[in-house]
Every structure is written in structure tokens, then in C-alpha cells.
């Protein structure tokens, strides 16, 4: 390949490799330390490894670095078979890969672009998949990285040259021009300096999905007149807002300084935010004790970035943190019909506020605090019908494992907007509408929207001071009737759901730790548990802590407490949450019980505080909204309701919530 990225005319470099990512982890070790070499005609999409997510191939403690080049030198750390690293320190970079191939779903998980970042970095430029998750494609192509199908590997491995229209062909005219202009930062430079052209969009009048109706309200150059976009328009569009966190936003400081040099100013800074919630407790575990240093470049260069732009500060004091950036970003400005990015894959919880919110990588959210606009692709939407009322033993969250069980498993939410509404989304709170719409993103799906309606006026109403509830109605956003969804329109009746938890799975035997693993809990049989943990975004907010109140006093009634050999933790999502909690005694009950609270943070949730595994043999019930293996320490980690998580802890198994329960 040209020095020149991306060339014409792409051909594999002679002396350089394709490493295939099988199911079959031995192969992979042979192909990176014994110089074996595969073809993809001898190979099928079957053998390819599924659903390799963020964390599998950069780990928490990988991203404690900040620069790329050095980031590269533990790409797929997180792969781990029979307990040791398949990729050992450098294996990538030293392996003369430029091409890596892997199955369906690549990328899932958290937005951390340090994933795309390795590859790159390493010498890999082409990225062969049979599909990928939405924001980590789009990642590649900030970077400027080719993503292309088995056929196209066939053709370059029997030595034929590739034009680069046929990489980029795919594409929306706006995300061709990226990619072709080698990621988007360049695009972003020429586009300025008038050299590129953005095409006219022609879509005519149509009837519009929640997500299609907010990106036509937020189109540039618009005038005050109605447009229309459709599934697949390429569009630069206002963004209302953002936020980076700590683990982030140093990448964000360095990228603005490389672009736009070292006194590089944003405009409008009030619209954005920073937040000190990941790391607060990371050096607190025992593993993370020899990253203390590095941890602390990164708060440091918040806190420089912070100064150098002036965007609004939510640092922690006397080191407790105001709370997590997504629970405390709806709390205090996410508002109806805001369009809001930031550099966490969970923002899309912002959905249950009748907002588009979406988590994007560090390049991305560089960019448009820079030029205050964002390059959008717009998503096809599919719609969930809420029907009746839950069961007493179930959440929200027994909902979006059901999806993710039913639907996402099979791809029927990929890359697409979930749009949620129906008679029984009246009957469930904003807090709960937000757990939807947080783990739209474990969907690999774009985002998550609710349909707004009384409830949202009045939880609104009650955080915002100066806005009458006429202005909150005037901004609601429904769909409009007749409106295309392309994943279908699927009722699900409520009362018919059941409690459940996503299992571990069996990584050792090709079987990916997911969130799409669903079971009921009536059919695991019993499950045993050392760990229950209660909180992080998904589970932290403040209907959450009227779950775990409602079982623990029902608990203590029963002469029940935490048992000696399970380790129980609570974690608030902010501190309003904490302060609710004092307020209604919660706090002492949980105390009195055996329950061990943490302040707000993230904590666990990225293996970055209490509440972690210690070793493999241990079971944790989380209420947290991903299972991936090692995100949460070695152990297997079964995701469930806030309900479940507190009755297991009581009982020392995986068990449903019931009221007779403790009876």
C-alpha cells in the first residue's frame, strides 16, 4: 500500500499479513507466534469470532493511556483463554498484520474509539467483518479505516487490486467523502476551506420516526423551512450539547491540539461538560494499584481541558463525584427534543427524555466542539409497542434483556434508532424509561428514544426551573402516522415478561460473554453467588433504590441480612440519588442489613472499583448493563433487575423478586 491512505487502488503489501480472528483460540496464538498463515477461501464466516466487543480489545486499564501508539502495544489484551492473554504485549504491532478478519457484530460494547485506535496503530488498515456495531464503524471511519467483506479478502489474497470506490461505495455520499479523505479530521479541514462540497439533500415530504423528525429540526442552513430526511441521508447537523469523562477526555485535549495547535478555543463552551465518575475508585483496586500515576494524567488533563475551554465543570469535590455524566446530564440539561452526543456509549439513556442522544469516540466529539456541528447518517428506526402492565417481579430491565435476548441476538436492532411508545409506556416511570434507552447501545443499536407524554412533563418540571409546561409540550416530538420502520413494529405485552438475567456464557468454548445471553430465572436451576451489585447508570437512579429498599425492608421484617459469604454493594448514581436515599431512611436500612453503599461513581461497572470478582470461580448478580467477560473483574457475571439483584443477595442464589419472597 502508498504511504498515501487510502490509495486509489488498494492491494496487500508484499510481506505483510491477514490475521483471522477464529473461534478457535489456538489458531489465533498460531497465527501470531508461529508465523502460520490462512486463507479465507479455506475458512467460513461460521469459524470467525462474534460480538468482540470494546473491552475484549481494549481493556479499562488499557485506556489509562492516552496516545494511541502506545495503546496499540496491548490491542486485544482482553482476549483471555484458560486464563492467559491470547495476545501477549505487542503481539499485534510486531505481527506485519494489515488486515484483521472476524465474524458478525464486530465492536459491540462501549464507544472507547482506543479500540478502533489499536488496530490502526498496530498497521492494520483494512477491517474485514461480517458486520460491524454502529458507533464503532463509525469510528474507523474517522480514522480513516477500510472496512470491507470476505469477497473483497478473496480477491486481495489472490493477489488483485481493489478500487477504493468499491470500499467506499456503501456508503452515504458525506461518509465516502470521510473515508476518502483519509478520516475526519482532514474531511474536516478541506470541508472548511471550501475544497469539498457537501450534495443537497432532495428528500421530499414523507412521514417521519421520532429519530428522522429530531435530525430534520437540527439540519444546518434550514432557514425556518420544513425538511424531510430518509434512512440513509447524510446530513451536518446542530448539536444542543455534550460531555466527556475522564477516561476520554484527555484524547479529546490531545486531538485539538494536534489539529488546531496548542491554544486551540471552542465556542460556546456552556454547552458542553466534563465529569470525574469512571476512575474515582480504580486506584483502589488492587490490580489498578500500578496505574495510579497514569490515572492521574488523566484527571490532570481534564482539568486542563476544563480550563483551557470553559466548559461546565462536574469534577468531584473532596473526592466524591456529583454523579454519573449520563444519570446526572438528565437530571440537571438534557431536555425534549435535544441532540446530544458525548464520548460514552450510554448516552443514549438521555432517549427517555424524548431527546436523540448517542455516544461517539474521542475523534468524533473532538471535532464537532471544535466546529459545533455533527456529521449524521440517519438510522433506520424499529418501534416497540409497550402493551399492560409488568409483574411485580420485574423491571425495566427484565424488558431490555427480553429485547436484547429476542431481537438483538439477531441483529434486528443493529445500527438502528429503538423507538419505544404504546399504552403500557405510560405505566412505566421516566426512570425506568431510561433503563430502555440506556442499554439501546448493549442492542448495537444508534440510540434509544421514548415517546414523551405527562410523566415527562412532570418529572421535567420538577428539575427545571423556568420552564412552564406549555414550553415542554410545544417541544414534543412523536411520529408522525404512516411513518417507515424498516426493523418492524413489534408489540410486546408486559405482563407477560418475565424476571431474567443475561448469563456468562463460555468464552473458553467460543460462547462470548453477552448481554444477549437471556434466560429466565426460574430455568437456571440454582446459582449460587458470591457477589451482588447494585448500581452503575443502568441502576442507580433513584426508582432503582426503591427496588432495593422495597426488598431489603421486606428483608429485615423476615429477620433476614446479607449472608457472611456474599458480599453486597449498593453504588448511587448521583448524589441527588444519595441525598433521596438519606431522606427516606433508605440508607440506614441498607446499612443495618449488611449492605455495603458506595458514593457516586461508576465503579464496578468498568471493573474500576468495589464490587469486583477476585478470581474466576466467583459469581456475581449485577445490576449493571454489561456482561463481557473481564469487565468486572474474572469472574461470571449474570446481569439482572434491580428486584432480583437485592432478593439474590438475601438468599445467596439467583433468585426472582416476589412479595412472599422472605415468607
Known amino acids: ?97 494489515e488486515v484483521i478478519v472476524s465474524g458478525h457484530r ?33 469510528n474507523n471511519i474517522n480514522l480513516g479505516q477500510l472496512m470491507g467483506d470476505y469477497s473483497m479478502l478473496e480477491r486481495l489474497q489472490d493477489g488483485e487490486s481493489i478500487s477504493l470506490d468499491e470500499f467506499t461505495s456503501k456508503y452515504d455520499p458525506v461518509t465516502r467523502l470521510i473515508i476518502e479523505n483519509g478520516g ?54 446542530q448539536v444542543d450539547g455534550g460531555y466527556s469523562h475522564e477516561f476520554t477526555t484527555a484524547q479529546v485535549h490531545e486531538f485539538l491540539k494536534l489539529e488546531y495547535g496548542d491554544d486551540y478555543k471552542i465556542p460556546n463552551p456552556s454547552k458542553y461538560a466534563v465529569f470525574e465518575d469512571h476512575l474515582l475508585y480504580a486506584t483502589g483496586v488492587p490490580k489498578y494499584g500500578r496505574f495510579t500515576e497514569k490515572i492521574q494524567t488523566l484527571r490532570d488533563m481534564q482539568e486542563m481541558f476544563q480550563k483551557r475551554t470553559g466548559v461546565r465543570d462536574y469534577s468531584a469535590e473532596d473526592g466524591i463525584s456529583p454523579g454519573i455524566c449520563h444519570q ?34 474521542s475523534t468524533e466529539y473532538a471535532n464537532l466542539i471544535h466546529n459545533q456541528f455533527a456529521f449524521v447518517q440517519v438510522p433506520e428506526s424499529i418501534r416497540f409497542e409497550l402493551m399492560g402492565t409488568l409483574d411485580p417481579g420485574c423491571t425495566a430491565k427484565d424488558v431490555i434483556l427480553h429485547i436484547l435476548w429476542k431481537y438483538a441476538a439477531n441483529s434486528e436492532t443493529l445500527d438502528r434508532s429503538m423507538e419505544f411508545g404504546g399504552p403500557g409506556l405510560a405505566g412505566l416511570s421516566m426512570d425506568e424509561r431510561a433503563t430502555l434507552c440506556n442499554m439501546a447501545t448493549e ?16 418529572w421535567l418540571m420538577r428539575r427545571r426551573s423556568g420552564v412552564s409546561e406549555e414550553d415542554i409540550r410545544a417541544d414534543f416530538i412523536m411520529p408522525d402516522e404512516g411513518a417507515r420502520y ?88 448521583s448524589k441527588t440519588v444519595k441525598d433521596l436515599s438519606a431522606r427516606n431512611g433508605w440508607t440506614e436500612m441498607f446499612e443495618r442489613a449488611g449492605v455495603k453503599l458506595i458514593d457516586p461513581g461508576c465503579g464496578a461497572c468498568i471493573g474500576a472499583g468495589p464490587g469486583i470478582s477476585d478470581d474466576a470461580e466467583q459469581v456475581t448478580i449485577s445490576a449493571i448493563n454489561r456482561n463481557y467477560q473481564g469487565r468486572s473483574g474474572p469472574g461470571r457475571l449474570y446481569l439482572a433487575s434491580p428486584l432480583t439483584v437485592m432478593a439474590s443477595a438475601f438468599t445467596g442464589k439467583i433468585v426472582a423478586w416476589h412479595p412472599d419472597i422472605f415468607s
Open 1 to 97: 500500500m502508498s504511504e498515501q491512505w487510502p490509495p486509489e487502488q488498494i492491494g496487500l503489501t508484499a510481506g505483510k499479513r491477514v490475521l483471522f480472528l477464529t473461534k478457535d483460540l489456538e489458531l489465533i496464538r498460531k497465527q501470531l507466534y508461529e508465523g502460520v498463515d490462512l486463507r479465507m477461501e479455506d475458512l467460513d464466516v461460521s469459524d470467525f469470532l462474534d460480538d468482540i466487543n470494546t473491552d475484549v480489545m481494549t481493556p479499562a486499564w488499557v485506556c489509562f493511556d492516552h496516545e494511541p501508539a502506545i495503546i496499540a502495544e496491548n490491542a486485544y489484551a482482553g482476549l483471555v483463554h484458560e486464563g492467559r492473554r491470547v495476545f501477549e504485549p505487542r503481539a499485534l504491532l510486531d505481527g506485519d498484520f
Open 184 to 237: 475526519i479530521f482532514p474531511f474536516a479541514k478541506k470541508l472548511k476551506a471550501g475544497e469539498l462540497r457537501i450534495p443537497e439533500l432532495t428528500t421530499g415530504a414523507r412521514p417521519m420516526t421520532m429519530v428522522e423528525k429530531m435530525i430534520a429540526g437540527k439540519l444546518l442552513s434550514q432557514n425556518g423551512a420544513s425538511r424531510y430526511v430518509k434512512p440513509g441521508d447524510a446530513v451536518l447537523a
Open 443 to 458: 442492542c448495537s443499536a444508534k440510540t434509544g428514544i421514548c415517546e414523551p407524554d405527562d410523566a415527562t412533563v412532570e
Open 106 to 138: 464486530k465492536g459491540t460494547g462501549s464507544s472507547r474509539e482506543t479500540a478502533a485506535q489499536c488496530e490502526r496503530w498496530s498497521g492494520v488498515r483494512i477491517v474485514i467483518a461480517a458486520s460491524f456495531a454502529p458507533i464503532h464503524e463509525r
Open 486 to 573: 424498516d426493523g418492524g413494529v413489534h408489540t410486546i405485552d408486559l405482563s407477560e415478561i418475565m424476571p431474567m438475567v443475561a448469563h456468562p456464557g463460555d468464552p473458553d468454548k467460543g460462547i462470548p460473554s453477552d448481554p444477549t445471553n437471556g434466560a429466565y430465572v426460574h430455568e437456571l436451576g440454582e446459582v449460587s453467588i458470591d457477589i451482588a451489585y447494585a448500581g452503575s447508570c443502568t441502576a442507580g437512579k433513584d426508582d432503582d433504590f426503591a427496588y432495593y429498599a422495597r426488598v431489603t425492608e421486606a428483608a429485615l421484617e423476615a429477620g433476614l441480612t446479607i449472608p457472611e459469604d456474599v458480599d453486597c454493594y449498593i453504588q448511587f448514581g
Open 328 to 361: 446526572v446530564a438528565r437530571e440537571e440539561f438534557i431536555d425534549v427534543g435535544d441532540f446530544i452526543q458525548s464520548t460514552d456509549s450510554h448516552t443514549c439513556m438521555g432517549g427517555a427524555t424524548n431527546a436523540l442522544a448517542y455516544g461517539v469516540g
